[in-house]
């Protein structure tokens, strides 16, 4: 059976007591969920948020770390910095930090690396723009940004990874790739994983979706054979909204 998982990536938002109040109305009804859940807030309220959840089920990441282990890198935070504050999983790759901060595949995958060496759990994320999709590339370039960061692992270390699918068109508009898109998809990094490693190896990894995931899409998307559960953005910024799209399987 491969882990469920709900994530909620906060991106930038939310101000201290804002996150503390979405902290305590997911924690109230937390009793209620069976899936894994994890929280990615900002940087600033890790700690503070790690503390509160203390007693909790609900796990805490980060939504980046740098790709280097230490030293001179002004307002970067490492991964071993987030594990000495309880980290236990960081995202890699999202579909922002490539568009807007240039991160390259051989940057992700040392900031994999890092993670790893470092026990947290990277949830690698993928996915197409809107002209890649149109122009039916969308295939091609799963593929790429698959085999150039994640089958670059030895097969022990790529069976540690998350993989979150995260089609670009759907992030943050509204529009989410239908039930049979994303399950296209899934199965497709499925079978890539199958053919790389193993299909042992290919059926124990979890692959999230995100994109305009809420609740009342939740279900369906769950429901697909290929899909463990999702990476949710505007939504997770509502208690009750991450907590009824945990509900969903
Ligand atoms: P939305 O759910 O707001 O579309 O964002 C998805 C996402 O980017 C999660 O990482």
């Keep these: 059976m491969r882990e469920k998982i709900v994530a909620g990536n906060w991106k930038m938002n939310t101000n201290w007591p804002e996150a503390k109040e979405l902290v305590s109305g997911i924690l109230s009804q ?5 899936c894994s859940l994890i929280i990615f807030p900002p940087y600033t309220y890790l700690q503070k948020i790690s503390d509160l959840l203390s007693n909790s089920k609900v796990k805490v990441g980060a939504q980046n770390c ?15 910095m987030l594990k000495s504050i309880g980290m236990s999983h960081c995202l890699i790759g999202h579909s922002e930090r490539r ?21 947290i759990t990277p949830i690698f994320c993928c996915g197409e723009k809107l002209a890649e999709r149109e122009n ?6 799963i593929k790429n940004q698959v085999s150039k960061v994640l089958f670059q692992l030895n097969e022990d270390d790529f069976k540690k990874i998350i ?33 790389k490693y193993s299909e042992d190896i290919s059926n124990q990894i979890s692959i999230l979706y995100g994109g305009s995931c809420k609740p009342s899409n939740a279900k369906e998307l769950f429901a697909q054979a290929d899909i463990d559960g999702g ?6 910024l509502i208690a009750n909204d991450f907590i009824q799209i945990a509900e969903s399987f």
């Excluded at 039916?136 to 370039?141: A, G, K, P, R, T």
């Excluded at 699918?165 to 998809?185: C, D, S």
């Design 231 to 236: 990476l949710i953005g505007g939504a997770s």
């Design 99 to 119: 568009e807007y901060f240039n991160e390259s595949d051989e940057q992700l995958l040392l900031k994999i690396k890092n993670c790893l060496n470092n026990n």
């Design 66 to 80: 740098s790709e280097h282990e230490k030293g001179a890198f002004t307002g970067e935070v490492s991964s071993s």
């Design 163 to 195: 993989i979150a699918y995260e089609p670009v068109w759907a992030i943050g508009t509204g529009k989410t790739a239908t039930a049979e898109q994303a399950q296209e998809i899934h199965h497709y990094i499925r079978t890539l994983i199958k053919e």
């Design 136 to 141: 039916n590339s969308h295939f091609e370039v």
């Design 30 to 34: 937390e009793n209620r969920i069976s």
